[in-house]
């Protein structure tokens, strides 16, 4: 099983930054899709998930109208959109795919640095 993230990196306060993660070993279409995020000093917080279907979403307050997660089943990823970032948004990303709480994979995670 792999999870593999990209698509981090610095960005400016107001900028935009795609986030990937592209899943493999594992039956992609079944599993719920969540990412993550993990600041400095603070504890790791769910920032978005999507379901099997993609037919429903759900974000933490803090970010509602600013990301955006999505996925391809045939390409067996998932994204997260990221627009009007913060100084307040960095951390490590994490993509995490769960499959009835008994599957629950991780990915090692991508930096994302909102700086001027």
């Known amino acids: 099983v792999q999870l593999v993230e990209s698509g981090g990196g610095l960005v400016q306060p107001g900028g935009s930054l795609r986030l990937s993660c592209a899943a493999s070993?594992?039956?992609?279409?079944?599993?719920?899709m969540k990412w993550h995020r993990q600041a400095p000093g603070k504890e790791r917080e769910l920032v978005a998930a999507?379901?099997?279907?993609?037919?429903?979403?759900n974000y933490v307050d803090s970010v509602k109208g600013r990301f955006s997660i999505s996925r391809d089943n045939a390409k067996n990823t998932v994204y997260l959109q990221m627009n009007s970032l913060k100084s307040e948004d960095t951390a490590v990303y994490y993509c995490?795919?769960?499959?009835?709480?008994?599957?629950?994979?991780w990915g090692q995670g991508t930096q994302v640095t909102v700086s001027s």
């Open positions: 999507i379901t099997s279907a993609g037919g429903s979403t």
């Open positions: 995490n795919a769960v499959f009835r709480k008994y599957y629950d994979y």
């Open positions: 070993g594992f039956t992609f279409r079944s599993y719920t």
